[in-house]
DNA sequence: GGGCGCGAGTTAGAGGCTATCACTCGCGTT
DNA sequence: AACGCGAGTGATAGCCTCTAACTCGCGCCC
């Protein structure tokens, strides 16, 4: 199917003309099927649409997608490759860099809302800068295509299964996250929670962050899901309040204690 | 479930045996869609099939329910009200009750789940316990059928508005949330986002829960869903934590500050 | 008690979708 | 120059939603 070397998402070195043009058309389809999705979701992506819109018949797209599911599958790995880099990006992100072009797939806004994360002038603080930039980045991220965060994190299908190298995106995120989370004062006693999660790191094998560091990535996580997914879905639209200030604010909660 | 008065799910008194029939078989079909969408998710949801399941051909359920998308709604109706009915249940439970039966449509595990909730022998924190409960209550509700949770909270289709009276118990669920929520003690500073919520407050208007209130409930709904959908859709699986730790840790993060 | 209206359910069919199969045709390699 | 392989085609099966025209029988009204 896939040319050689590694069967994964873009092509290496010394293409043929006609991996070339395999790999642009394969890239057309999934911008066509980018449109569809933010314009009718997920359920509504149809290949024949986007076969006529490229000027082509139903099944020659079977060319170059398995089935639907496939091409469902290549969207979702290219949101989570998309996401990691956006997040491992703004975690590696000094103070000087501009921020510049080329984040994963879709780009646009959110790129610069990072700089008003920490200008508190303390010394200690700036620990808590890159998980700032990283949530700014997140919800920039989100902004830019809500349908494509859903498909990471939004309704799962029941009978789905994520392939592998997809929950390796995953757990790089979270390694990302933990590499972002400052280790704690380590004479504050620990949480029962937190002593659970001593024994409990299969997802932080290998890494060196301790109990209240995972506990610290985890409320990262799911509080910053909980607003922002709550938002993308318009579940705060008419309620009259500021989603920017409600964001800012549970951030502020999550890195101050 | 609903009883007389409001036009709407169930059938007023003096049925005639038309009626009495009619939303007997809206009751069977919308059962058997959830049992569909249990097992695939809702875009797998077929009208064809439900009506070959009954013993019908296909076209007649639309006797029963205009299309597809009117099936739909009317389960995301249903899943609305039986979270509000949930969450007021709990909300108004003593401490004497033993919770009972017929808690909306899902009923099942998580009944008891709310019994250890504030057992600090302090008066003052007691005033936490309602809150304590609703959310119990609410993560039985949802792991008793995540997909209806999903239907609920989950990724929403782009061009879809839910009708008044679905948005109407939506509000119902914050006015109830409002109600738990503990008015902090006065003499404490408002931060930024408090003083916010107290111009932006739409979604509570008419109700005089201060805005320290505002946030705790906003906060409670936001982290809670935060946690439980990330569980909900599998993102824990492999981590080798016990969710039901993570929610309760971070309940006791949410009622203790 | 008898006639009739209304609603439940049927089949036929249009139009859309996914997916498979057999086929043609032309480019790039040998 | 010839050939193989892959891109693209139309035909087709089977599923879906939804409409239209029709039949049949229960229950209401006179």
């Keep these: 199917m896939a040319g050689p ?11 043929s003309p006609r991996e070339r043009y395999r790999s642009q058309v394969r890239a057309e389809v999934k911008e066509r099927a980018w449109e569809q999705m933010a314009e009718a979701g997920a359920s509504a992506l149809s290949l024949n649409a986007i076969a006529k819109q490229m000027g082509m018949s139903g099944p020659a797209l079977y060319r170059y997608f398995a089935s639907r599911d496939d091409l469902i599958t290549a969207l979702i790995r290219d949101a989570y490759r998309g996401l990691a880099d956006t997040v491992r990006l703004a975690y590696g992100t000094g103070e000087g860099e501009p921020a510049g072009s080329g984040a994963g797939s879709g780009g646009g806004p959110g790129a610069d809302a990072s700089r008003e994360a920490g200008r508190a002038s303390r010394g200690a603080e700036d620990a808590t800068a890159p ?45 990302t996250l933990l ?11 620990a949480t029962p929670f937190e002593t659970h999660l001593a024994d409990h790191r299969q ?24 607003v922002l997914s709550l938002e993308l879905a318009g579940h705060f639209d008419g309620m009259g309040l500021d989603p920017d200030r409600l964001f800012a604010a549970e951030l502020d909660g999550l890195l101050a204690p």
Excluded at 5 to 15: A, H, N, Q
Excluded at 139 to 158: E, I, K, M, N, S
Excluded at 179 to 189: G, K, M, T
């Design 179 to 189: 590499d972002a989370c400052p280790a704690p004062p380590a004479d504050r006693p």
């Design 203 to 226: 997802w932080a094998a290998g890494h060196p962050a301790p109990p209240a560091a995972l506990r610290r990535a985890l409320s990262f996580w799911t509080r910053l899901h909980g």
């Design 5 to 15: 070397g590694t069967p994964g998402t873009e092509s290496s070195r010394t293409e």
């Design 131 to 175: 998980l700032a930039r990283i949530a700014h980045a997140l919800r920039g991220w989100a902004l830019a295509d809500p349908q494509r965060y859903f498909l990471v994190y939004g309704t799962p299908v029941p009978g789905y299964h994520a392939p592998e190298d997809i929950t390796a995106i995953a757990d790089e995120i979270m390694r």
